[in-house]
Structure formats: structure tokens, C-alpha cells
T-cell receptor, first 113, second 113 residues
């Protein structure tokens, strides 16, 4: 079955420290990979995506993600966390052919000042 | 562009009443998605349309739910009759092509008493 896993319900990090939010997937073919962020009482907002090419993708607000085909992972990273980065983060995978996008369960990021 | 527009933003109704949620996608986008978000079940895809045609409605919970897209600029999600377990935030999203980045509306927060 095709799936997306975000193994951590919550990630806590101190402001200024690097952060990583993990995502692994199980999808056949060559999927498109996305990260979205959701702030309280808002809809999801696009952060970045990987389709092809360089395994390191840069996105909005200083975030980046590394695609690892052998480990089927697409972890979200930021070198220096901000308190304002505190939000709910979703990894998503679109199956080959674009017929369906599967979202992970979400990881809540808390950045402490 | 104003982004994806949803109305109403909040809806409080009594069990058994009909509820209609509305969505205007971004102009030029040909895929439209309806999601439901709850604490218990996370983000669930209910149905999606491509070029105004329903492609996958396997996520629609039961016959009480129906969705239409009469034209490229408008979609509705209807619940009849509503039940307390339908209480959730309902999001509409659109994308230029299926499989591409999805742009989410602000959501409709539904409370069924």
C-alpha cells in the first residue's frame, strides 16, 4: 500500500538550533514530494517540492529538504530555527501519474526561545 | 490573485440540518480537492475533481456527503443530514495540474450540535 510516514508527532528545538522533521514514503514509481506548513487557524501553505534533479531542494522561509531515493526519505531541515517556525508540518507525496496526493499525519514543531 | 476562497468561514448547525460549503478555486487551476481535518483523523482527502469531473470520491464518508463542481470556478460540498461527528475543519484546495502544488483555502470550521 502507498503511504507517507512522519514518525514524530512532535519535535522540540531551541531557537537558533538546526531542526529536522522526518518523512519517509512508500510509493511506486517516481513520486513528487512536498512539504506544507499549517499555522493555527489557517490552511496549509506550500513550502517546497521535489520533482527531479538536485536532491537538496530549497524552499520558503529558509527551509530545505533532502531527497534520498535509497532510503525513500524526504526530511525537512532548517539550519537555524525561529520561534515563528512553530507550526504543524505535513509531508505529501503525489503518486506517479498525479492521480492522488497522500499526506502524512503531520509533525508539530515547537521552537523555544 | 485572491487565492482559494471558501465560505462560510464558520458554520454552526443542529444535527439533521443540511450544510453547504462553498469553494472558489484559483483561476486557471483545473484540479480541485476537498479535505476534512480533525484531531482524531488528521487530514483526509474526501474527493477531488479534474476539469470539473469527479475523479476519486473514495474518501467521502457516506451517502450523506455529496460534492459538485458545475463549472471551473465553483464547487460545493453538501452534508445532508448533518451529524455531530461531521464537526471538523473542511478545506478546499486547487492546483494548476493534478499532482502539482496544492493551494489551500482558509477552511470552513463546522460545528454540528
Amino acid at each position: 500500500a502507498q503511504s507517507v510516514a512522519q514518525p514524530e508527532d512532535q519535535v522540540n528545538v531551541a531557537e537558533g538550533n538546526p531542526l529536522t522533521v522526518k518523512c519517509t514514503y512508500s510509493v511506486s514509481g517516481n513520486p513528487y514530494l512536498f512539504w506544507y506548513v499549517q499555522y493555527p487557524n489557517r490552511g496549509l501553505q506550500f513550502l517546497l517540492k521535489y520533482i527531479t534533479g538536485d536532491n537538496l531542494v530549497k524552499g520558503s522561509y529558509g527551509f530545505e529538504a533532502e531527497f534520498n531515493k535509497s532510503q525513500t526519505s524526504f526530511h525537512l531541515k532548517k539550519p537555524s530555527a525561529l520561534v515563528s517556525d512553530s507550526a504543524l508540518y505535513f509531508c505529501a507525496v503525489t503518486t506517479t501519474g498525479g492521480f492522488k496526493t497522500i499526506f502524512g499525519a503531520g509533525t508539530r514543531l515547537f521552537v523555544k526561545a | 490573485d485572491a487565492g482559494v476562497i471558501q465560505s462560510p468561514r464558520h458554520e454552526v448547525t443542529e444535527m439533521g440540518q443540511e450544510v453547504t460549503l462553498r469553494c472558489k478555486p484559483i483561476s486557471g487551476h483545473n484540479s480541485l480537492f476537498w479535505y476534512r481535518q480533525t484531531m482524531m483523523r488528521g487530514l483526509e482527502l474526501l474527493i477531488y475533481f479534474n476539469n470539473n469531473v469527479p475523479i476519486d470520491d473514495s474518501g467521502m464518508p457516506e451517502d450523506r456527503f455529496s460534492a459538485k463542481m458545475p463549472n471551473a470556478s465553483f464547487s460545493t460540498l453538501k452534508i445532508q443530514p448533518s451529524e455531530p461527528r461531521d464537526s471538523a475543519v473542511y478545506f478546499c484546495a486547487s492546483s494548476f495540474e493534478r499532482g502539482e502544488t496544492q493551494y489551500f483555502g482558509p477552511g470552513t470550521r463546522l460545528l454540528v450540535l
